[in-house]
């Protein structure tokens, strides 16, 4: 039988509480939201923490996706169900709909969050990736006030993030510029489980050209994989099929898997660059459209 060690619990009403509680408790302490991250590990005694505190009242207050001309705006405790169905989340960025159709199952998607997922930092996680693709910001509130960070600063380690003592992530920004269209894909072994490779890429178009883009991949690394080199190549040129296996190749020689359960190192790298390529594509189609 898997029983956690013993913790004590406390029930946060307002972000302003939880911070509060947070800075007195200091790292004996763990947020909860969804959970299905941190009880499972917990009850393994892989984390153990002294007290847990309940953030779940906070919906009200961090629940919410708000799209606006210039940027969309994301809080934290949004739940996966409502990325899922929002149209106009959709419709400014399709990626986070591919993602959220292959993170797990309902019963995770109805309880787990945006600010769980990407604060668990599981290398392997779906939202850090998509987060990467779309150039995203997070902003972190203390006792000291907010602070925003890039999510290559946010993304120190494997489960570990820039969220310090008395913090919490409370929001996501995405900017939106006109021309855009992304995508995601994802291999794994069964139906919801976690990626054995994933890619997502988002591309901008102006009079036919490419003048942004932008690719992240998960499960081939430490942390989510930001690669610029593919940026650079992509930016100024006209769409093709050659294009994107030269984006493909580019992913597959930045990555760094590792041989596991899943798959070999060699056999991850192909599928980092067939993603990439698949991924590409669709973007441009739908920036196109």
Same mark, same amino acid.
């Not at 850090?128 to 006792?143: F, H, K, M, Q």
């Not at 050659?242 to 899943?262: H, K, M, N, V």
């Given at each position: ?25 200091? +790292? +004996? ?7 299905? +991250? ?21 919906? &009200? ?14 809080? &934290? ?10 149209? !106009? ?24 969050? #945006? ?13 850090? %990736?998509?987060?990467? $693709?779309?150039? %995203? ?8 006030? @907010? ?12 489960? !570990? $993030?820039?969220?310090?003592?008395? @913090?919490?992530? *409370?929001? *996501? ?13 994802? *291999? ?10 994933? &890619?997502?890429?988002?591309?901008? #178009? ?7 883009? /932008?690719?992240?991949?998960?499960? *081939?690394?430490?942390? $989510?994989?930001?690669?610029? !080199? ?6 100024? /040129? ?15 020689? &930045? ?23 698949? $991924?590409?594509?669709?973007?441009? !189609?739908? %920036?196109?459209?």
């Amino acid at each position: 039988m898997q029983v956690p060690a013993p913790f004590e619990y406390e029930r946060a009403t307002t972000v302003d509480q939880a911070i509060g509680l947070m800075e007195r408790l200091g +790292s +004996s302490a763990r947020l909860v939201a969804g959970g299905h +991250s941190l009880l499972p590990m917990m009850k393994l005694r892989l984390a153990n923490f002294d007290y847990l505190i309940d953030i779940n009242d906070l919906h &009200a207050e961090l629940g919410y996706v708000r799209v606006g001309v210039d940027e969309v705006r994301i809080g &934290a405790l949004t739940r996966h169900r409502e990325l899922l169905e929002s149209d !106009e989340l959709a419709a400014a960025f399709p990626i986070f709909r591919d993602a959220e159709r292959v993170i797990a199952d309902p019963v995770v998607r109805n309880r787990g969050t #945006l600010g769980g997922s990407l604060c668990q930092a599981d290398p392997s996680e779906d939202l850090s %990736a998509v987060c990467t $693709t779309l150039n %995203a910001s997070c902003v972190i509130r203390g006792p000291g006030g @907010e602070r925003v960070v890039t999510m290559e600063e946010f993304h120190v380690g494997p489960y !570990e $993030t820039a969220v310090g003592d008395g @913090e919490i992530l *409370v929001e *996501v920004r995405l900017p939106v510029r006109p021309g855009g269209g992304s995508a995601y894909e994802k *291999v794994e072994r069964r139906a919801g489980d976690w990626a054995v490779v994933s &890619a997502g890429s988002a591309v901008w #178009l102006a009079d036919g050209l490419i003048t942004d883009a /932008r690719v992240g991949l998960a499960a *081939v690394g430490p942390n $989510t994989t930001g690669i610029p !080199e593919i940026s650079a190549v992509l930016r100024g /040129r006209e769409p093709a099929d050659s294009l994107y296996e030269q984006a493909g190749a580019i992913a597959a020689e &930045a990555c760094d898997p590792a041989t596991d359960q899943r798959g070999s190192a060699e056999y991850k790298r192909h599928l980092a660059a067939e993603l990439t390529k698949r $991924t590409l594509k669709k973007a441009v !189609e739908r %920036a196109r459209g």
